[in-house]
């Protein structure tokens, strides 16, 4: 059974940093997409960060080039995502998803397994 189980969320200051990590199990690490999503109240899911080609590339969306990095431990299969310099705006549920898939245009949508989402709260 495929789990995903987020972790490290909270509250801090503007410009301040968090990193969220993402536990999995049940399924072939190596060989799906893993991606960081968040939702604000009243708005749409976007996409944040995400792993493709096996986990030896990654893109992240504009918002938060140069902020967010997103990484991974293909041993503990977990993933990270270290925001630093965070703003209210990125005040959000942090998800973590899986999917499988390695090319990037299979990679930037219709994932299948989702975690229960971290909260990450930034106040000005």
């Known amino acids: 059974q495929v789990q995903l189980v987020e972790s490290g969320g909270g509250s801090v200051q503007a410009g301040g940093s968090l990193k969220l990590s993402c536990g999995t199990s049940?399924?072939?690490?190596?060989?799906?997409?893993l991606g960081w999503f968040r939702q604000s109240p009243g708005k749409e899911r976007e996409e944040v960060a995400v792993l493709f080609g096996g986990g030896g590339s990654y893109y992240t969306v504009a918002p938060v080039q140069g902020r967010f990095t997103i990484s991974h431990d293909s041993e503990k299969k977990t993933i990270y995502l270290k925001m630093d310099d965070l703003q209210p705006e990125d005040t959000a549920i942090y998800y973590c998803a899986a999917r499988p898939g390695a090319l990037y245009f299979t990679c930037r949508g219709n994932y299948q397994h989702w975690g229960q989402g971290t909260q990450v709260t930034v106040s000005s």
């Open positions: 049940g399924f072939d690490f190596s060989t799906h997409c």
